[in-house]
């Protein structure tokens, strides 16, 4: 699976690597290409995952504003309703393709 802005390829990754959440893939870390990525300082915590992560896309000269979101350090409770320790994956919002 690959998420990508534009043509630029965010994250790949096989999709049985990915964690599926509330009908969004989570790529696992090591797949993101992280030069790509700018933290963000947007807040927001989710009932039941806990406190987020954005995260901006820096391709060339331009900026995506919050076009990720990830989980660094969910709450316990998320791993068994998941079913899947997903701390750190990352996903993505309506401007980025997620697909085969």
Known sequence: MRAL???TVLAEAPEAELVKIEGNWY???SSLNRELFV???TPY????KGEAQY???KVGDEVTTD???SYPNPYPTAFDRVGKDFAGYVAFGNEVEVGA
């Open 45 to 48: 915590t989710c009932p039941w």
């Open 27 to 29: 790529f696992p870390p």
């Open 5 to 7: 802005l534009g043509t």
């Open 55 to 57: 995260w901006n896309a």
């Open 67 to 69: 076009v990720a979101w």
């Open 39 to 41: 933290e963000s300082n």
